[in-house]
């Protein structure tokens, strides 16, 4: 069983190496006789045998011993153990080309846990955080999604991103959303401030979409390039949207009209009913993703639905 | 006169290297041996300062280096006790001496070849290819029970019909030696010529080719501190004179026109080619060292350490007899239940220990007696006796937690 180790192992190394490349080619033969129940013939199994128990032997002379007389169990045991892995691996390599990470879509990397008093930790890492410690996302259709900011291609797939300016992790994932964009998708786009200093802006988002929608996506643009810290100088928010070429101050305003604080309480209430408990959540055509992911898993998902 | 082993060490540089960190036990010297630095210093000799061809051009360097090999080839005639130094004939190995007997000797169809049953391969094959190309007969001496030598089975089985005595003088399977001289004596009265392996005995022991009055005389130098790939026969002048040569071509003739030729004298005549220069100057070295040493002395260190390896070894079944005397520098064991390749690579791998298993070329034998094969230690005069102590601890620890 040994020699099925052996065959990938120099395979692999014989790709660099002539001397393991022979070894190799022994091994493959020992795989062959072996699997149609015949004594391998170069006997390699017997010297991997006798060479593994006698490095040990030396110094441990009843473990050698033991290894060498039970070595076809611990040749069947680490065979298994190597076929499994190898399962695993072949997984993982799938997991990594479609959800950019190797564990699959349930993987949550890092992500900012919905924190409005700022009294927890602001964010987590793949480490520490879990999907279930942190709570269950329910589907889209419990809300009403066209109550948020709308990016309306008459596209069959719709992708709802929801981050937080102030969240490094959303600000990670952004350019993603960006490339998103270009693509033949609608975008809906929830802002989930994790941090109540950032809350206010949920309001200038409102407001200057219903001015004119491009003018969120600036803004969007704008504020994830924008360092963390300004964000909570509503006088350099003022700046930008007067780099828009529109009258700040009337957006301004527009912010603390009931209207506007009644619409982003409605949105706010509406992603707490959805269950978001970090940012950034994607859904792409309603599959949930917690945390930054790659553009290639979007994209994976996108054409999984027929794109 | 005792020799002092560990100043002889320092002639041999692999002895101070170490293997996987440990010093080097070298106990394969039945198959191969070491080399001093003298015999380096030989070789180099020739790639450095001369290297031309022997015994053909007229310039002053392939003159200094045919006078080398002569010399060289008298040292060797000198360290068999061969009459004259044209006797010895430079081969590849004692494969190739065989061979060219073999090959050279007029045997017909119906001649019966005598050999042991203890044949290494390069004694065995030519026989049974000859009694298959030209329907020689060849039969077999079986041994005493013990392994050594059956001199009244072979006194029963000679006869007129025997042409050739063609048989391991030190077996490479347990190291006993036959009574080489006695079988001379009773093989010339039948009218019998007398081929000996010498691979063995050359490196071990005193050998007078004239005392023990054999017709031939096969050895290797890479047995006996000489570089690889050259070895040499010792031919009775009056025997080689006899043979016609197998390997002709250059050096082997002094004229030809298209249709005839005239041979060299002996011993050039089966010298076919350009020969391997560095080897013989290195197998002169070799010889000089040996004699330096003394064969006497080789052969008391390597009873002491065959004696020290016999008493120490336990649970395993010696091949041939017990009495380290009769067994030179060769300790063989059959290991029972455990795989003797799978014993000789743990002894490499846990004490750096290098030994030999298998068969050892004398694949007949174990057929024979329906073995596997064996492992078999075999020491020479710069092995010591710590290191013979060594492998008994080590062997004895291995077994016993295998068993």
Request: with cysteine; proline share 4%.
């Amino acid at each position: 069983m040994i020699c099925i180790i052996a065959l990938v192992v120099f395979g692999i190394l014989g790709i660099f190496s002539a001397t393991h490349r022979k070894l190799a080619w022994e091994a493959l033969d020992c795989v062959i006789r072996k699997t149609t129940f015949r004594k391998c013939r170069t006997a390699l199994d017997e010297r991997l045998r006798s060479k593994i128990s006698g490095k040990v032997i030396g110094k441990f002379p009843k473990t050698g011993a033991f290894i060498y007389k039970h070595f076809a169990i611990f040749s069947y045991a680490f065979t298994l153990l190597f076929l499994v892995s190898l399962v695993y691996s072949g997984i993982s390599i799938y997991n990594f080309a479609v959800y950019g990470n190797c564990n699959g879509p349930e993987e949550i990397p890092g992500f900012c846990i919905f924190d409005p008093a700022g009294g927890q930790t602001k964010v987590t890492s793949s480490e520490t955080c879990t999907a279930s410690s942190e709570g269950t996302l329910k589907t889209l259709d419990t809300i009403n999604i066209t109550r948020f900011p709308r990016l309306d291609r008459g596209s069959n797939h719709t992708v709802v991103f929801i981050g937080c300016y102030a969240c490094p992790y959303t600000r990670q994932s952004y350019p993603e959303l960006q490339k998103l964009m270009r693509e033949d998708v609608n975008i809906v786009f929830a802002h989930f401030p994790t941090k109540g200093m950032t809350e206010y802006l949920s309001a200038y988002d409102y407001c200057l979409y219903e001015k004119d929608p491009e003018l969120l996506w600036h803004f969007n643009d704008a504020l994830f390039q924008e360092p963390v810290e300004s964000l909570t100088n509503e006088q350099r928010i003022l700046d930008i949207i007067s780099s828009f070429g529109i009258d700040a101050h009337e957006i301004q305003e527009c912010t603390t009209m009931n209207a506007t604080q009644s619409r982003v309480q409605e949105q706010l209430a509406a992603l707490q009913t959805l269950g978001v408990y970090g940012t950034p959540t994607v859904f792409v055509d309603g599959q949930p993703l917690v945390g930054p992911r790659p553009f290639r898993t979007y994209k994976s998902l996108l054409r999984k639905n027929g794109n | 006169m005792a020799i002092n082993t560990l100043k002889i060490r320092e002639d041999f540089p692999i002895l101070q290297k170490r293997i996987g960190g440990k010093p080097l036990v070298y106990f394969d010297n039945a198959c191969m041996s070491l080399r001093p630095k003298q015999v380096l210093s030989a070789i180099q000799h020739y790639y450095e300062d001369l290297s031309a061809c022997g015994g053909r051009s007229s310039h002053r360097l392939a003159t200094q280096l045919t006078e080398e090999m002569e010399r060289a080839r008298k040292s060797v005639s000198a360290f068999f006790g061969a009459k004259r130094a044209e006797e010895i004939i430079f081969t590849k190995n004692t494969t190739e001496g065989i061979n060219l007997v073999a090959n050279s000797l007029a045997l017909h169809k119906g001649d019966v070849v005598l050999t042991t049953d203890k044949e290494h391969n390069s004694n065995l094959l030519p026989w049974q290819f000859l009694a298959k190309r030209k329907g020689i007969v060849h039969e077999v001496v079986d041994s005493q029970k013990d392994n050594t030598f059956d001199i009244d089975r072979f006194e029963r089985m000679m006869s007129k019909k025997v042409k050739l005595v063609a048989m391991v003088h030190t077996s490479n399977l347990d190291g006993t030696t036959i009574p080489a001289r006695e079988i001379c004596k009773i093989a010339h009265e039948h009218g019998a010529l007398v081929l000996l392996d010498g691979a063995q005995s050359a490196p071990h022991k005193n050998v007078d080719v004239r005392k023990i009055d054999c017709d031939f005389y096969a050895f290797s130098g890479h047995k006996m501190c000489g570089p690889s790939g050259i070895g040499g026969l010792y031919g009775k002048k009056e025997m080689l004179e006899q043979l016609q040569p197998f390997l002709v071509g250059g050096e082997t003739v002094t004229d030809t026109t298209y249709t005839t030729y005239e041979l060299e004298e002996i011993p050039h005549r089966f010298e076919a080619g350009l020969q391997h220069y560095a080897g013989i100057l290195g197998l002169g070295a070799a010889v000089e060292y040996l004699k330096k040493i003394g064969m006497a002395n080789v052969e008391a260190q390597e009873l002491l350490l065959n004696s020290a390896i016999t008493q120490g070894v336990e649970q395993l079944q010696l091949i041939g007899p017990v009495d380290p005397k009769l067994r030179g520098g060769i300790c063989n064991y059959l290991t029972g239940s455990i795989d003797p390749h799978a014993l000789a690579i743990m002894l490499d791998q846990s004490a750096s220990i290098m030994v030999r298993s298998g068969a050892h070329c004398v694949h007949s034998w174990f057929n024979k007696h329906h073995l596997k094969g064996s492992l078999r230690a075999s020491v020479s005069f710069y092995n010591t006796v710590d290191e013979a102590k060594f492998f008994v601890e080590q062997i004895n620890k291995i077994v016993k937690n295998l068993k």
